[in-house]
């Protein structure tokens, strides 16, 4: 079973920046698919990025294109969710996910997941 961990969750002010890390212990992260998602009280979860395996491809949710940017950390064996310009609407729990099948193009929901992260964006 592939162990996911997420942190680097904070309070942060409006218009602040965090940097979110998913790591995987035991395992090369750079073997798999690995997509954000974010699950704001009362909402569905949503997926803001997600990062291919092979062509290193990347994508997200309009809701955070041009504020956040989704990167793998080689020396750390991570995969990195930069969050610039974050706005109280930002606030909710992160999780990165995957499976060895997930695949950045599919809607199905990956197999693997963390416990997520809490980002607070509050003045």
């Known amino acids: 079973q592939l162990q996911l961990v997420e942190s680097g969750g904070d309070l942060v002010q409006p218009g602040g920046s965090l940097r979110l890390s998913c790591a995987a212990p035991?395992?090369?992260?750079?073997?798999?698919?690995i997509a954000w998602f974010r699950q704001i009280p009362g909402k569905e979860r949503e997926r803001v990025s997600c990062i291919s395996v092979a062509s290193g491809r990347t994508d997200y949710a309009d809701s955070v294109k041009g504020r956040f940017a989704i990167k793998r950390n080689n020396d750390e064996n991570t995969v990195d969710l930069k969050m610039n310009s974050l706005q109280p609407e930002d606030t909710a729990v992160y999780f990165c996910a995957t499976d060895p099948y997930y695949s950045c193009s599919t809607s199905k929901s990956p197999e693997y997941w963390g416990r997520g992260t809490q980002v607070t964006v509050s003045s």
């Open positions: 035991g395992v090369h992260i750079n073997l798999y698919a």
